[in-house]
């Protein structure tokens, strides 16, 4: 990464006091209950916010996050040392497909793009429903169990480590720990080296890409692995490093992103008895209720990228040396786009939710993951009538990377 790095920080002027909200953007308070902050942001221009002793810039509106996604001249994907991001810093370092700004974004992204092919993943469908079929029997015996710990979380782990990957069961360990290792890096000061338990987590899912390498000059396989060593090597042999990258953020991105969707979504239809009645009166409603679901409680409240060129977005001022907050949470609250936006109303059918972001860096698994939590939430909506909270007074507590909204839990009945 070290030419993609740029370390010196460009000296922001003054900023006006005004604009500045004081707002903990990755706290539990905003993540617990977003709306009553999204509501607010979604009408109102950028704002600045202070994070780890550095002033931000929060973009919210709409059409505002999908003008700043794709303007990269203005607000860049690349990242900045010393701006202020070392809690995202989460593959120590490592380049990641998020990291590039048009036009070497597209050669990166070309990679990984064996991994969602329309065949690819109509071949895994119907694994997945077998997946799931098995994991809802085993609940109905259980009659409690956890949705993310024990339904959704488990799921993924097969869809993208046995179903996408088609690696043997034996190898998951070393990606589920890295996977689980990843929320550390936000406990670190500034500049301080990323934890132990981390690096050794690690260390493992790079020795054991170096491993896989050669096995597979020794013997090629036509899997997802295979294509991807193919698809380099028509330009040169693939390294330990591009292979580890390409592997470890489609595992990451995919697995927790899709349990806690799928979660949360289980979560709002609970709570709303009216809109659950709804859906199971009319199981067509299944694409648009998980769309609704989506958009009022999108995963990523932000995404962040650095300003390199000075601007000004609704008379807000951006200026080199900042880093930007693209709320996505916010963006699919904006009343402009969806009327009423805090109201939870499965007949909506919302369009352009910002959920899986926009532009060049749009999620490529994005299909993938609404046929998962499409297969995760029809199946337990339609197949369990008795489905509710086990604790319905439960307070539900947010884990994951500081801008996203992970429930640890969600505790469920089925009998
Ligand atoms: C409901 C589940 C998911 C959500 C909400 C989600 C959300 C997102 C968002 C917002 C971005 C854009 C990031 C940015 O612009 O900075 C993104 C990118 C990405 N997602 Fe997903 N994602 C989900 C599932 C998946 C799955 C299942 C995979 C793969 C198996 C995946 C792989 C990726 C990759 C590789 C990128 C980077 C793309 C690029 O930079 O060009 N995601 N995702």
Known sequence: MSEMTLSTKPRIPPLDEARFLDVDLFGQELKANPAPYFTQWAKSPPF?????????????????????????????????????????????????????????????????????????????????????????????????????????????????????????????????????????????????????????????????????????????????VGTVIAAHDEKGSISIEELFSTLVQLFTAGLGTVTATSSNAVLRLLRHPDQLALLRADPSLLNKALEECMRIDCLGNFRHRFVVKEHVIDGTPIYPGMVAHMSLGAANYDPDKYPDPARFDITRDPRDILTFGFGPHLCPGNILARMVTRAIVGRLVFGFPHLRLAHPDDVIICGGMPTERFPTHVNLRVD
């Open 48 to 224: 600045y916010a202070m994070v780890q002793g550095h002033a931000h810039v929060v973009i919210s509106r709409h059409a505002q996050v999908q003008w700043a996604l794709r303007t990269h001249d203005i607000i860049s994907a690349v990242p900045h040392k010393g701006w202020g991001t070392d809690l995202f810093d989460y593959f120590n370092g490592l380049p990641l497909v998020v990291d590039y700004d048009p036009p070497e974004h597209s050669r990166v992204r070309r990679l990984m793009q064996p991994g969602f092919t329309p065949s690819r993943v109509a071949k895994i469908q119907p694994l997945i429903e077998g997946m799931v079929d098995e994991l809802a029997l085993a609940v109905a015996e259980k009659k409690t169990f956890d949705m993310v710990t024990e339904f959704a979380g488990p799921l993924m782990y097969r869809v993208l480590l046995g179903g996408v990957f088609e690696f043997d069961p034996e190898i998951w360990p070393i990606f589920i720990n890295l996977s689980n290792a990843l929320e550390l890096v936000a406990t670190v000061p500034p500049g301080a080296p990323k934890p132990a338990a981390y690096m050794e987590a690690f260390n493992a899912v790079h020795d054991f890409c170096g491993r896989l390498i050669e096995e597979r000059r020794v013997a090629p396989k036509d899997d997802l």
